[in-house]
């Protein structure tokens, strides 16, 4: 069973959104309860394909579109405005957003199966 903290996306192509980014120490309540309906709002989006997120001193999110028009969309979504507002205004000290079309991709997984034993995938790609 595939680890649902990796995102399940297609075979390529896709489009991956990267947002890298660096926290201030303003208000962590609010940022967590915007970030949780940020998400919540990005996965009813049309496009949408999954997301993947990690946090220490960096936060690095990646969230994956079937297309450039569906980022875009994401992009204009009034809510969402307003969530990148207040980033800039309070919750991020530094942060960079990069677009990148995905061509190819690979996994691994545990297997229950195989005893446990890692179970490496030949990859996709477009």
């Known amino acids: 069973m595939p680890d649902p903290r990796i995102a399940a996306t297609p075979a390529p192509p ?3 959104v990267i947002f890298t980014s660096v926290r201030t120490d303003l208000e962590p309540e609010a940022y967590a309860a915007m970030a949780e309906a940020m998400d919540a709002l990005a996965r009813r989006q049309p496009g949408f394909l999954g997301v993947e997120s990690a946090r220490e001193a960096v936060g690095v999110t990646v969230s994956y579109w079937a297309d450039l028009a569906s980022i875009a969309a994401w992009k204009a979504d009034l809510k969402h ?6 980033g ?3 919750w991020y000290s530094a942060y960079t957003t990069r677009i990148a079309r995905v061509e190819r991709d690979y996994t691994m997984e545990t297997s229950p199966l195989s005893g446990g034993e890692r179970v490496p995938n030949t990859g996709r790609q477009a």
């Open 88 to 90: 800039r205004a309070r």
């Open 14 to 16: 896709y489009w991956a």
């Open 81 to 86: 405005h307003a969530a990148q507002s207040a």
